[in-house]
């Protein structure tokens, strides 16, 4: 471990920015944060928060690092590519060479309301790096149930969007969107250019550190959305949008994203030709043996500790130890399922 | 006069910025669905609209000189 005096230097230009100071700093590494995803979003928060002198994060992801995210994706490297690591351990490995002193737990799950809900205990926020509205609404209920804030953000083309959301104080997701949107652009059909995440990013952790170092009055009491190319941004105000029959944060909560009807079992990922399908039970696969029998019925296999990947007539299948598989090359929920269930049964 | 400011893919669906509409004492209900009808748009119902800058839901009924902006949820990350 560094000295205390080691420690001090390293923040010593945060901790001289007044309203954070010693005291801020010190909130700061007492706090835990979950960061659910480890994309874009999810590495410029992890990078920036680790930096800033965090304490703990655990990181959530269910996705391995390829080749189209070095683009935006700035913890990665063509060596994380190559070893075809999953996201949340590449990161970890990364965001422990910044500083060797936060503890970070690196989660390879897709995440639900039952196991997100499991990692939720000890955490004092929410940074919200995910793809999809499903899995936002979840945390937006975990968040109302359990009283943990959390700061949503989104980006696509040169878009932004971010919203904190305090408990018993602000409005919720749930009472700006009635319904789930369909998902009308995604990185698959509007790109996505780096400085859109950076912007949002910026926007959240700064939002981050405000709650961290308990600077609460200092939270933006406002959605933001911004447009780097078309040179709009735009601030809206929040101070009618709180809905006292919302089910999620109201008089009458039900939660209605924690009860598992709106669960997917398979989805198209978002900015790839890619299915994910999983299994309705969590099951533990023996990787090496099932890398043998592939093998033995003419798949290309490749496989390390946490996945196995797979090819045959260019169809290519990446399963996870969790049973959780991606089958590239298709939006096809249907074939993906299939090819899925010709290998695993 | 209303107002009505256009973001991100909505700006470039009716190819400018903003349009201004003769009429008020809509809701904001019947402004989308006078839009989406006008420009053929595909369905307005899941985007935010701000009225003023501020948050506001279907139901708000909108005056002269009010300035609508729709606003489209963002997903990816």
Redesign the interface.
């Known amino acids: 471990m560094d000295t205390k005096e080691e420690r001090k230097e390293r923040y010593s230009r945060q901790t001289l920015f007044a309203p954070i100071g010693e005291r801020g700093q010190w909130n700061i590494r007492k706090k835990h944060i979950l960061l659910l995803?480890a994309?874009?979003?999810?590495t410029a928060n992890a990078e920036a928060l680790t930096r800033a002198g965090v304490g703990k994060i655990t990181l959530v992801d269910r996705d391995y690092v390829e080749l189209s995210n070095l683009q935006r994706q700035q913890l990665y490297t063509e060596r994380d590519v190559e070893a075809r690591l999953p996201k949340a351990e590449a990161a970890k490995r990364h965001l422990l060479e910044i500083d060797h002193g936060v503890e970070v737990d690196a989660i390879i799950i897709d995440a639900t309301a039952q196991n997100l809900e499991q990692l939720l205990g000890e955490v004092d926020l929410i940074v919200?790096?995910?793809?999809?509205?499903e899995t936002r609404m979840i945390i937006n209920d975990l968040s109302q149930k359990l009283h943990i804030p959390w700061i949503y953000?989104?980006?696509?083309?040169s878009?932004?969007?971010t919203l904190t959301i305090l408990p018993g104080q602000t409005?919720c997701l749930h009472c700006?969107?009635k319904?789930i949107?369909?998902?009308?652009?995604?990185?698959d059909t509007?790109g996505?250019i780096s400085p859109a995440v950076t912007m949002?990013a910026a926007h959240q952790t700064a939002e981050a550190l405000k709650i961290l170092s308990e600077n609460w009055e200092a939270v933006r009491p406002a959605?933001v959305?911004f447009?780097l190319w078309?040179n709009?941004y735009?601030?809206?105000?929040?101070?009618?949008?709180k809905k006292k029959d919302c089910l999620s944060c109201g008089d009458q909560r039900t939660y209605p994203f924690l009860n598992g009807v709106n669960e997917t079992k398979t989805a198209v990922l978002?900015?790839r030709d890619t299915v994910q399908v999983r299994p309705p039970r969590p099951v533990k696969l023996q990787l090496d043996k099932l890398a043998k029998k592939l093998d033995g019925s003419g798949y290309a296999v490749r496989f390390n500790p946490f996945l196995l990947s797979c090819e045959k007539d260019g169809e290519r299948i990446v399963i996870f130890e969790d049973g959780r598989a991606l089958i590239h090359g298709t939006k096809d929920m249907i074939h993906a399922k299939a090819a899925y269930q010709s290998i695993l049964g | 006069m209303i107002k009505v400011?256009l973001?991100?893919?909505l700006?470039d669906d009716l190819g400018k910025?903003s349009i201004s509409l003769e009429g008020n004492s809509w809701s904001v209900a019947e402004l989308k669905k006078k839009m989406t009808a006008d420009y053929q748009l595909?369905?307005l119902?899941?985007v935010?609209t701000?009225v003023n800058?501020?948050?506001?839901d279907d139901d708000t009924i909108l005056s002269d000189g009010d300035i609508v902006?729709f606003?489209?949820?963002?997903?990816?990350?």
């Not at chain 1, 953000?153 to 083309?157: E, I, L, P, Q």
């Not at chain 2, 800058?53 to 506001?56: D, K, L």
């Not at chain 2, 606003?71 to 990350?77: D, R």
């Open positions: 995803g994309g874009a979003l999810g919200d790096a995910t793809d999809n509205f953000g989104a980006c696509v083309g878009v932004g969007m409005p700006l969107l319904t949107p369909i998902q009308g652009m995604t990185c509007g996505i949002v959605l959305t447009d078309r709009q735009q601030s809206v105000k929040l101070t009618k949008a978002c900015g | 400011l973001f991100a893919q700006r910025e595909a369905s119902e899941t935010m701000a800058e501020e948050f506001a902006a606003i489209p949820p963002v997903s990816g990350g």
